[in-house]
Nanobody
């Protein structure tokens, strides 16, 4: 079983930046998982933010593309989400997610962004609040 623990959330002014981290433990070798982020806001549907496989093949949701960057450190079992030019509509609970995949499996990476419910594992989330 994979445990995912997010950190790095907080409150920031619009236009500011935050970097989230997700530490993984348990399960198979970390490189065998596609990793990603999704977010939830009150009265909003779950939204896929970004995902990538162990080779770095990535996908982004349309609302964050160009502002957010997802990366991973396979040696440390850590996933990151660097968020720049934050907007109030980025406010929400951010969750880390994981799903088994093969290297360069863009179908899984893209599926995790289009429909985050396909992920097998997810963390408890970290709150991000962007103030005007």
């Amino acid at each position: 079983w994979v445990q995912l623990v997010e950190s790095g959330g907080g409150e920031v002014q619009a236009g500011g930046s935050l970097k989230l981290s997700c530490t993984s433990s348990g399960g198979d070798d970390y490189s065998r998982y596609c990793m990603g982020w999704y977010r939830e806001a009150p009265n909003e549907e779950r939204e896929g933010v970004a995902a990538l496989d162990s080779d770095g093949t990535s996908a982004y949701g349309p609302s964050v593309k160009g502002r957010f960057t997802v990366s991973r450190d396979n040696a440390k079992n850590v996933l990151y989400l660097e968020m720049n030019s934050l907007k109030p509509e980025d406010t929400g609970m951010y969750f880390c997610m994981a799903d088994k995949c093969n290297p360069s499996d863009y179908d899984v990476v893209r599926a995790m962004v289009v429909n985050p419910t396909v992920a097998t594992y997810w963390g408890r989330g970290t709150q991000v609040t962007v103030a005007l």
